[in-house]
């Protein structure tokens, strides 16, 4: 662990470290600088020494001078100064007129300096802190080219080479940078004698209290808490405040619903588990995933917002609405209102929502419902609303408020004793099926039946499978309530001659167990003409080359696969063809409302065309009404099934 420190000597660690920080970099800036002016001002000088230099060559040609002439002036010029040097280096230009120079030719060849500077470059170079030398090409400008007659403008016609001392720019500069590094070490000094005595007071001791506070918040995990600190300076109430507002944006994000901004579930938490009398209403977009599934994500998320706007729009202005889970939402009113003035505002919310057609992509519409649960009272309020709005969706009625008998029904849902019951059930043989009729569309005669389970419980009464088949997967039952189903399906099928369908999902398709179950009736009944399997798991598609298979396999021995809620998971065309099914039963959310919603009309008639053009027969489920019925016969639906017809009930 390390070890701690006491701030006394936290202060005293910062000034030493600062002050050889400090010394450092002004040491290297220092160095930067000299360097610096050596390159530009000795740069500049010898510029000019070259130009002097050139022309004074240059007046000399003009005269007609040769080269020896020339070279007693580059002589000359070199007794001015016992440490400055001067060369001229003709250009490959001049020596092809004038004669080459075999110095001038190895200086060409060898020094990388010449090179560069024989390509219009100036070139300095800093041979150390006393010496530099310069490279200076001679450009060939217009007046030039009367003698150069092979050259043109901005030739280089030679480089001038010029070396000599900066003794004197070296100890200006030495005097300047020793300045300069004293006034750096006085005023670091100055600067941190006072701070010494300021900074544990303004600055170490409110950070410290300000890293307790965010420790104490952090420990409680209480983002309401916020950070108060008295101090002076601005860049501690700086942090204080940014740390504050980012819990305000985490408190945000923490109560609200990141799509809709509403207050979300924790808050509606906080609020209902007071012991103040209020009436909350659970709100839920009927069939939502099927919308979002049909139209994708954006569009789903598109509808959440319209709703919660509509919503707002229309609840009273002291009551609070909430973002709940998916497509959830909840509306709290502290007011005591009476049983009918909640029932008016549920049945006022309904309407609200289902007058207005939700427009989706290219101006398509849907008309979205929704179902409410409503409970009133201090204790339980989601809870209760919760079992109301379940209840309701399950009754398929608008809204439902909850009363204590409720619990009853809803035990069926939350009965952490359902596996027990059923293995009792298996045991006690208390799962019977029973019968729906599926009829010809066109004479409503009954040509086949469904086989649906149900579980009767002690008292007679019958259970439906909603309220234990996942319990039983959960469980590892379902493959027992498999065999249960296909082994008095068939004995019913022995007493009776018509067809009879039996749900499959992947999972029964995939056990070995039921699978072999189901060929081994096939082939002691041989009644696997009248047998129909309906496949209910979207799921297959993952594990097509099995359910393929299958498919072959009860083929084999006559039987015919159904698609169920065709709509959703298997609703691949392509896969559709490779199942070679014989029946699509066309999802009941196309069905319920097809005598009133277009879109469900024209996508319902899509179906159809294309499984006429396979040779698949159609049946439509949920048929509920004479108008519903109509619609399916006038658009060539094959068979029906729902409650118009006839509820599941047993052939005995």
């Known amino acids: 662990m390390e070890k701690a420190i006491t701030y006394k000597n936290l202060i005293t660690k910062i000034i030493l470290l600062t002050l050889v920080i400090t010394l450092s970099v002004a040491f290297i800036y220092g160095e930067y600088l000299k360097r610096d002016a050596i390159e530009k001002l000795t740069k500049i000088d010898a510029k000019k020494t070259s130009k002097l230099v050139f022309q004074s060559l240059y007046s000399a040609m003009e005269k007609g001078w040769t080269k020896e002439d020339l070279k007693n002036i580059i002589d000359r010029i070199n007794t001015i100064d016992d440490e400055m040097i001067v060369n001229v280096y003709r250009s490959p230009i001049v020596a092809e007129v004038y004669g080459d120079i075999k110095s001038d030719a190895k200086a060409r060849k060898a020094n990388p300096f010449v090179k560069q500077a024989l390509k219009s470059e100036e070139v300095l170079n800093i041979i150390d802190d006393s010496m530099i030398q310069f490279f200076y090409p001679i450009i060939a400008e ?38 300069f590094a004293l006034f750096i070490v006085m005023f670091s000094l100055i600067v941190f004698l006072s701070l010494y005595f300021e900074f544990d007071k303004y600055l170490v001791k409110p950070i410290k209290i300000f890293v307790d506070k965010i420790n104490d918040i952090s420990e409680n995990k209480d983002i309401k808490q916020r950070v108060k600190i008295d101090n002076k300076i601005k860049e501690i ?25 509403l207050p979300n579930r924790k808050k509606l938490l906080e609020i209902v588990n007071g012991d103040k009398y209020a009436s909350l209403m659970l709100i839920n977009i009927d069939k939502f995933q099927e919308i979002n599934d049909l139209y994708g994500d954006e569009v789903g998320n598109e509808l959440l917002v319209y709703i919660s706007n509509i919503l707002e729009e229309n609840s009273p ?14 509306l709290y009113y502290e007011q005591d209102l009476s049983l009918e003035e909640l029932k008016s505002l549920a049945l006022y919310l309904i309407e609200s929502i289902e007058k207005n057609a939700f427009v989706v992509k290219e101006d398509n519409e849907a008309h979205v419902n929704v179902s409410i649960g409503i409970a009133l009272g201090n204790e339980a309020l989601l809870t209760n609303a919760d079992i109301a709005l379940k209840i309701a969706k ?18 069926y849902e939350q009965n952490l004793k359902w596996g027990k019951k059923i293995k009792d059930a298996i045991k006690e043989d208390r799962f019977i099926p029973l019968f729906q009729p599926i009829v010809d569309t066109k004479t409503q005669e009954v040509v086949k039946y469904e086989s649906l389970i149900r579980m009767v419980d002690k008292n007679g009464e019958l259970i439906s499978p909603i309220h234990f088949l996942n319990l039983a997967k959960k469980n590892k039952l379902y493959p027992q309530l498999t065999m249960i189903m296909i082994k008095k399906t068939f004995e019913v099928l022995s007493k009776i001659d018509k067809k009879i369908s039996i749900n499959l999902n992947v999972d029964d398709i995939l056990n070995k167990e039921v699978y072999d179950y189901i060929i081994k009736h096939l082939k002691v009944s041989n009644s696997g003409q009248r047998v129909v399997f309906e496949l209910i798991e979207s799921e297959g598609i993952e594990n097509f080359d099995e359910v393929l298979n299958f498919i072959e396999d009860v083929k084999h021995y006559g039987c015919q696969i159904s698609i169920d809620d065709f709509g959703t998971g298997y609703s691949n065309f392509e896969y559709l063809m490779k199942l070679k099914v014989d029946y699509i039963k066309i999802d009941a959310s196309m069905i319920r409302d097809i005598d009133t919603n277009r879109n469900s009309q024209m996508v319902t008639e899509t179906i159809i ?13 949920f048929i509920h009404s004479k108008n519903v019925y109509e619609k399916v016969k006038e658009i060539g639906i094959h068979y029906s099934q729902g409650y118009y017809f006839g509820e599941p009930t047993s052939l005995d």
Do not use: W
């Open 237 to 261: 109430t700086s942090m204080q405040k940014v740390f504050n507002n980012m819990l305000d944006s985490l408190e945000y994000q923490f109560y609200n619903d990141e799509l809709t901004d």
């Open 317 to 330: 202005k002291s009551s609070t609405l909430f973002k709940l889970h998916a497509d959830e939402y909840a």
């Open 609 to 621: 065309d294309f499984a006429n053009k396979m040779g698949i027969e159609t049946i439509a489920e």
């Open 394 to 411: 399950r009754k398929r009625q608008k809204f439902i408020l909850y009363d204590s008998s409720m619990k009853i029904e809803h035990e």
């Open 142 to 179: 217009q007046q030039c080219l009367k003698c150069h007659t092979n050259a043109k403008e901005d030739d280089v016609l030679g480089v001038i080479d010029i070396s000599y001392p900066i003794n004197d720019l070296k100890i200006s500069l030495s005097t300047m940078i020793n300045f």
